[in-house]
């Protein structure tokens, strides 16, 4: 856990052999699957996670019912070594010279996991805004790989996992928005380095009663998909840590 007492400072954790792993939710009811993928990739001994939730998503999280503990049910969790919220970026007063959050866990972070992805932060995410402490960070990303170059091996990534209403799904804005996340800046796409890759959602019947698209990726599939890129799956995959 950080010492509560100084803001967070990258450059502290850069050499600590982990993989770093920012885990962040915005507005969806998925929401309340945050706590299973923490507890899951928390259980790999060299995966260190930072949560950071929007303002939505942490309503989800308030101890309503078994499967919605608090946020800070959280902290306890293996491998979370913080949660944070916007008012985290201004808890330390800024002074020239001082770590600044957003910045810091860009650095830190291996990959960005954003499980999941409100249709108002993929909104956002492609049209470049910054108004939050998560988007802040996606703002900040460094998609060449060669801001943070001399620190990390790879250029990291950025997983979104999108999760919404059928309806929302369907809105002809959202095919525009997952072009841009999959053709413009994805990660697979050919001759293309990009930075994203988008885990798309599947049909369900779907917590607000329709049935459709839109629903979050299988959380346990998510889980997979990030352990096998890491390299923490017996099957092995990338070394992402540096
Ligand atoms: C109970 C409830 C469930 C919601 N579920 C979703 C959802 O699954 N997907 C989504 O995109 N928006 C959902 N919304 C709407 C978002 O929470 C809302 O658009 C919010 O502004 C998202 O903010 P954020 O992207 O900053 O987290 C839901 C709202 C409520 C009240």
Redesign the pocket.
Known sequence: MDNLLSPFSAQTHLHDGKIHIILAA?????TIKLPNIAKALGRHHNVSIRIIV????ERFLREQSLEQPSLEALRIVPGVEAIYRDEDEWVYPWTRGDPILHIELRKWAHLLLVA?L????MA?MTMGMAD?LLLSVIRAWDTTGTVDSTFKRRKPLIFVAP???TA?WNHPITGRQIEILEEDWGVNNKGKDGWVSVLRPMEKSL?CGDIGNGAMMDWEAIVRIVEQYIGVQPQGGISVSG
């Open positions: 915005s507005g969806s009811v998925a929007t303002k939505s998503a999941p409100s249709a108002n932060t956002k939050n999760a919404m209403n929302m917590a």
